[in-house]
């Protein structure tokens, strides 16, 4: 791979769509990766760059590595692995928030552990140590909200996007941890090596944050 | 020249500290965990490796040798200046396991003046640059950051956060925290323009003195703008101020900085003047030393070797012993490696590969 091409770590899914177009729209489009057919890295020699999809989970692990030089990952993510790398820019995309929510009728008791089911354990540890709670995880990967209908845990810590997931499984927010949305990323060595091209991407993307807030 | 291997990348740094006087500090593998115990902060990881020596003191692994050097140095004694090549035991990243970890560096301990600052500066650029890649060493200076933290009125919690975000490079999130903090806005405007300060020594010194004037200590920025000044007109864009780089203020309080090697994700050179520890360690003389992390610079090695031996000899089972060492001989005439075996190993990579024919000749295949 040639060494001035700029490796972008696109996560997969909705999110990943609106970051490409967010990219295009700012200046770096990739007519390859509109077309994809069985290719799972993307160039655009005339404007440098290069770009593949990774599980949104891994993005920042491809940037921390090297693997890629930028990429753009979920605050959430960030939170949760703790990743060595730069986080250059609020992209303003994939606005949602961590919450701690519950069946409707819970009350605390706080003379028990409190049992908690989560996909993000160090996110969820960080915020009850900080209350100076006693917490058992419940380590999960998915369907997060069946945990305190069958009686797996007694509260949940999970993104909370419009919250109608939630409505309709009769559990509410109890809790705002804070508000998540996609961050550009950069790795520290990479950064250095390639900074004009990363700082021309950054300020690009920064010209058309506006729009996204709107 | 070039190193092509990590031994090599040693005899080159072992060069550069030599040259500047400083002498091998050579230490035991084991030091008492105390020691570790007490400055769980400073090291890079807090499992330590420990063990019950025979006469039931508990005892560590080094996981770190800046400790040990501290420990250990003479104050009365003006200046110290040594240099180090050990491995260190540390716990690996998401802790898999211990591992052991080859790394090289010095400590310049005692009456440390300017000229030593910049002296050890020097050598750490000196030490990227014998690597022969393209490089870069990163400055910063914690005790101008500390300054406009108390400017800023920042809690012990901001403060930390604070030097998170600041070595993120993320403004938007210090811009929040200073606000959370209810910093006033010209002070804070301040602060976030001093994170943002990326730029080659010489330059940056110039937007030091413009943006911190009356807001620092006129000794400590007139100190670094020399400092910046002098690394500019020696190493010219090799060596920037970069206010990302930062360090537990607790143990750091001037200067601190990294190297990085273009090719390797992370820095491979961390230093700092760690008078903060030297308090904590009740020494009242002051400290700057570095690492090179040369295990993190061995995957650059490997991909330049790309042969196991110069030959590959491949002889016939029934060959007599004395026809075989004879071939070989004559083949690894000149200094060359010969790797001598029945079949052709899988994986392997050789210059050129030679057949023992029945008659005891090598004949080259390719």
Redesign the interface.
């Known amino acids: 791979m040639k060494?001035d091409m700029i490796n972008i770590a696109l996560p997969k899914g909705r999110l990943g769509d609106n970051v490409y177009e967010m990219f295009s729209r700012a200046g770096w489009r990739c007519p390859e990766i509109e077309n994809p057919g069985r290719r799972l890295t993307f160039e655009n020699p005339e404007t440098g760059v290069r770009y593949f999809w990774v599980k949104p989970s891994d993005v920042a692990i491809y940037v921390?590595?090297?693997a890629a030089d930028i990429g753009v990952a979920g605050k959430d993510i960030l939170l949760e692995y703790s990743p060595?790398?730069?986080?250059?820019?609020?992209t303003g995309l994939g606005r949602c928030r961590m919450a701690v929510a519950a069946p409707k009728n819970f009350r605390e008791d706080l003379k028990k552990t409190l049992r908690v089911a989560t996909k993000f354990p160090n996110i969820a540890k960080r915020h009850y140590s900080s209350l100076g709670r006693d917490i058992d995880i419940i380590k999960l990967n998915g369907s997060i909200e069946l945990a305190p209908i069958l009686g797996l845990s007694d509260v949940i810590v999970d993104i909370v996007e419009t919250g109608a997931t939630l409505r309709q499984n009769d559990l509410e927010v109890f809790d705002t941890l804070f508000e998540i949305s996609a961050r550009l990323i950069?790795?520290?060595?990479?950064y250095?090596?390639k900074?004009e091209k990363i700082n021309m991407i950054k300020s690009s993307l920064s010209a058309l944050k506006g729009e996204n807030n709107d | 020249m070039v190193p092509r291997t990590s031994g090599e990348l040693h005899a080159a740094l072992k060069e550069v500290f030599e040259l500047a006087g400083y002498r091998r500090y050579k230490m035991s593998k084991f030091e008492e965990y105390d020691l570790y115990a007490k400055n769980k902060d400073f090291l890079v990881s807090e499992n330590v490796l420990t063990f019950t020596d025979l006469d039931g003191r508990l005892m560590a692994l080094k996981p770190d040798v800046t400790l040990s050097i501290v420990k250990n140095c003479r104050e009365s004694e003006g200046v110290e200046k040594v240099y180090y090549h050990e491995n260190v035991y540390r716990a690996s990243e998401k802790n898999l396991g211990f591992r052991e970890i080859s790394q090289a560096g010095l400590e310049c301990v005692g009456d440390v003046d300017e000229y030593c600052v910049c002296e050890v500066l020097g050598l750490a650029a000196k030490s990227l640059l014998s690597v022969g890649r393209p490089c870069e060493l990163d400055v910063s200076h914690l005790g101008l950051l500390c300054e406009l933290f108390d400017a800023c009125g920042l809690s012990p919690e901001g403060r930390s956060a604070a030097v998170r975000l600041i070595g993120e490079k993320n403004p938007s999130g210090l811009k929040a925290l200073l606000e959370s903090e209810n910093t006033e806005p010209r002070i804070a405007e301040k602060l976030i323009s001093l994170s943002l300060i990326d730029d080659e020594a010489a330059e940056a010194a110039k937007k030091l003195r413009e943006l911190l004037k009356d807001a620092v200590r006129r000794e400590n920025l007139d100190l670094f703008a020399e400092t910046c000044s002098f690394l500019s007109e020696e190493f010219g864009g090799t060596v920037r101020v970069d206010f990302s780089t930062v360090g537990d203020l607790s143990y750091y309080s001037g200067i601190v900085f990294k190297g990085y090697v273009d090719g390797v994700p992370s820095s491979v050179l961390s230093g700092g003047q760690y008078n903060g520890l030297m308090k904590k360690m009740r020494k009242s003389s002051r400290a700057i030393g570095f690492a090179v992390y040369l295990d993190l610079l061995e995957p650059l090695f490997e991909t330049q070797n790309s042969f196991d031996a110069d030959i590959l000899l491949i002889y016939p089972p029934e060959a007599a012993p004395r026809v075989i060492y004879s071939a070989a001989k004559k083949l690894s005439a000149g200094g060359k490696s010969v790797l001598t075996v029945k079949s052709e190993p899988r994986g392997m990579m050789f210059r050129e590969i030679y057949k023992l024919s029945a008659g005891g000749e090598a004949v080259r295949e390719k």
């Open positions: 060494n921390e590595k090297g060595d790398v730069y986080e250059l820019l609020d950069a790795n520290k060595s990479g250095r090596f900074r």
